[in-house]
């Protein structure tokens, strides 16, 4: 019977890198000035913007020439800005604009953009920014404004634009998160397929040489090796009262995860989740059947864009999925960018801790939420698999996980996530940060009657143990709760279950934590 079971449980990373991705968007929309962030502008809008002449004084002096030449067709729509007959600039209009020019950051000058659209090099359509955070699976956005139309106005009666909007948090997290993301992109090795036939053919005795475009060093590897087995008891306790229940991984995964969905179930539990969470338009989804993970979440065109893999949706899961991605990492990342440590800067500043492991055992905690068993068998056996691994080559993790889990390939994918970064895998090894699910989970779960949940959501990328000090300077307004955390007697019902079903008591969380 085991055998006609399909074994989803993948865990590659997306071939395409996305860590250099744009953050800017390219939808083709008018926005107000203070969405445009001039630093990232390209060269030739910062030129029509920031040329020695002023851009309106250049439309008012082609549009004045044209008029003497009699010619129909113009770049702009000229301002209707009285200029003296005879003169093409007089001296009090070139005092008018010098007036209205606005203060840049850097505190150089730049004249009024106007609502014109102008072709070639003069001006360009200025388009609304993205600020995009990614660490692993982790997303943090802007929320979207409203598109202006396109109307035309006088010169004088433009506005003064605020600063760019969120800008330094925007640069600064997506440089953070450029540099978390080129390790785990240096990590993963070249060759997986390659080395995967070999193991096979070896009869599961061989150890991976595994190669690396752009390999890292020892020291950054060696800070990376530290597993750690403090959580290591409670870990194979989650597994083994699984395997009482169920007889297997695999039987696991199919009396509680569900069956597979279709692709147009797929689009209609996306569609109601986005609903319920009122960000319906705001993530582009997308679902294959040639991604290898169960899902991602990447930077397509400038907009955040979520891949689902329709061969591992299953009914009772695919919401936990969602609930992970966006009412988590997805929430955290928008209210964080409104918080004074939306920067690396900040949050040096104010000494703040580590954001993982809150982000991800939140993240966690709310993938199996509202399930009807939530056993907590993911984030275990990565724990004890990257335990294991740090004393055990390559193969003999491999056999060692057969206690858990049956299928081969799933168990190949764990090995190899385990022992990422190395590559004579006969040597014992191991890259830890997959421990910090379950870590994350049993902290949050020590303190949940302590914890202030949407508190904790609504300061957006912060440690549970920085929210007290951090509640009197964080930003309140608009922030963005998903609406699974609202109720709040029901949310503490759900982690009380957790608890119960993986056999945690407060005693024992005390005693460790």
Known sequence: MLESIKVTEQLHWPEVDFSKKSIFSTADRVVSPSQVCLERLSSTVLQGLLGAG????????????????????????????????????????????ARRKTRLPDGGEKPMPTNCVLSGSNCSLLKPTRNLAIVGSKMGLTPRAAPQPLRKTSTQNVP???????????????????????????????????????????????NPQFEYSNPIS????????????????????????????????????????GNLLTKSRIWSSVKRYMEKEGCVGEIVVQVTDNLLSRASMTVVNGRPTMTINASSAREH????????????????????????WSSSVGRKKLNLKPLNPTEEGLASIHSVLFRKDPTLWRAALLYYTVYQARQMSFSQLFHNLGRFVQDPNTRWDYCVRAKRGQSDTAQPGCFSKDQVYLEG?????????????????????????DVDRLKPLGQMENVRIPHFMQDQARYAEQLTKIMAVNQLTDEELKRLI
């Open 54 to 97: 002023s851009h309106s004084y250049n439309v008012l002096l082609q549009a004045e020439e044209e008029k003497k030449q009699k010619q129909k067709q113009s770049l702009c729509k000229r301002p209707k800005t009285s200029v003296r007959r005879g003169s093409a600039f007089s001296k009090r209009n070139r005092l008018s604009l």
């Open 160 to 206: 003064r634009p605020g600063p760019p909007s969120l800008h330094k948090a925007a640069v600064s997290r997506e440089a953070e998160s450029v540099k978390k993301l080129c390790i785990l992109t240096a990590i993963k090795p070249s060759n997986v397929e390659k080395e995967k036939d070999k193991f096979f053919k070896s009869d599961f005795n061989y």
């Open 218 to 257: 020892a020291a950054i590897l060696a800070r990376h090796n530290n597993a750690s087995d403090h959580f290591l008891s409670q870990a194979v306790n989650i597994m083994e009262l699984a395997l009482e229940r169920y007889g297997s991984y695999e039987m696991f995964e199919q009396l509680t995860g």
């Open 317 to 340: 899961w695919l919401e936990g999925m969602l609930r992970h991605e966006i009412g988590t990492h997805y929430f955290r990342g928008i209210n964080n960018c409104q918080q004074p």
């Open 441 to 465: 989970i049993l902290k949050i779960l020590r303190y949940r009657d302590k914890i202030d949940f949407p508190v904790l959501m609504a300061l957006g990328k912060v440690s549970f143990e």
